[in-house]
């Protein structure tokens, strides 16, 4: 709350993705040349936490030009990060070099990529082999699109376990599924191969 002719405040920035400004003044004030401020979206960081929301600044509306985020995933040890897209429409080109959104398999710059994407189709769903990701949105100065919303969880490895699978144990967000090879049929209970 500020008020008075004192020193311009320090920047604020809220813990999620609103914040309410409310100016009320009397017609005691008369003469007062009020404030001016900027806002812009913040985005990217350390993000320490087992689930969550990842989406471009400004979504659901069009990200803003100019713009660079990077957030670096962590979740307990032992977990996978999966990656799952609600949607997702990003300026489009061949090789994604204008606006494009990069995912990483750790926190390292030299992290192995684990793909670049652009365009408006949903990337598949994407895992890390650890238990740290890094997701880096950039747009550049032209053609702005509605962006990308994607939630992130802790992913368990189902098929190092004792999972049952006569052949081939395939791992999926949240299960795993099991697959015969070829020549066999999976049986109706799921796990055997006929």
């Not at 032992?78 to 799952?84: E, F, G, I, T």
């Amino acid at each position: 709350k500020f008020c008075g002719e004192t020193k311009v405040p320090d920047v604020l920035v809220s813990s999620k993705y609103r914040m309410l400004i409310t100016y009320k003044t009397s017609f005691h004030n008369a003469g007062h040349k009020g404030f001016k401020a900027h806002y812009e979206a913040i985005c990217g960081g350390d993000v320490y936490q087992e689930k969550g929301i990842l989406h471009s600044p400004n979504y659901p509306e069009d990200y803003w030009p100019n713009k660079e985020c990077t957030w670096r995933i962590t979740v307990p040890d032992n977990h996978q990060v999966a990656l799952k897209f609600q949607s997702f429409e990003i300026e489009n080109h061949d090789n994604c070099v204008y606006d494009y959104l990069e995912i990483r398999d750790g926190h390292e710059s030299t992290s192995p990529l684990l793909g670049r994407f652009c365009g408006y189709k949903n990337p598949e769903d994407i895992r890390s082999s650890g238990n740290k990701m890094t997701v880096k949105f950039v747009s550049d100065r032209s053609v702005q699109k509605a962006g990308f919303a994607a939630d992130f969880i802790k992913e368990l490895d189902e098929c190092k376990g004792d999972h049952g699978c006569e052949h081939e144990c395939t791992n999926t967000l949240g299960g795993y599924k099991c697959e015969c090879r070829i020549g066999y049929e999976l049986h109706s209970d799921g796990k055997k191969c006929e």
